[in-house]
């Protein structure tokens, strides 16, 4: 399916910083419950992320990611999910998070 430019710009694509990360044990797939900063304008919003074989939630403490802020809350078992966390998939099929390859200023819109 083609989209147009208009439609891509539709999506909300923003930098943030994972400031927390938890657990998740009642999702029914391993999940990580997330907190990402997107600075001023945007704030602070949760996600639930299944990323588990990758990363610790420690490790993921201010690692700077790309996520969708512009979807409706989603409800994840006791997680309202403000955000979506993007990911590609590895050869095994597990999410490996997409973000900037240097810092750049939380809140910063994908063009």
Request: proline share 9%.
């Amino acid at each position: 399916m083609t989209i147009s430019f208009d439609d891509f710009l539709k999506v909300d694509i923003r930098v943030g910083r994972i400031t927390r990360a938890e657990p998740f044990p009642e999702a029914r797939k391993p999940a990580f419950k997330l907190w990402v900063d997107f600075g001023p304008g945007i704030g602070e919003k949760r996600s639930s992320a299944q990323i588990t074989k990758h990363y610790t939630p420690d490790g993921l403490i201010g690692r700077q990611v790309l996520a969708v802020v512009n979807f409706p809350p989603r409800q994840i078992g006791k997680v309202m999910s403000e955000v979506l966390v993007l990911g590609v998939p590895d050869a095994e099929g597990e999410v490996v998070l997409i973000g900037p390859d240097h810092e750049v200023p939380e809140g910063g819109r994908l063009y």
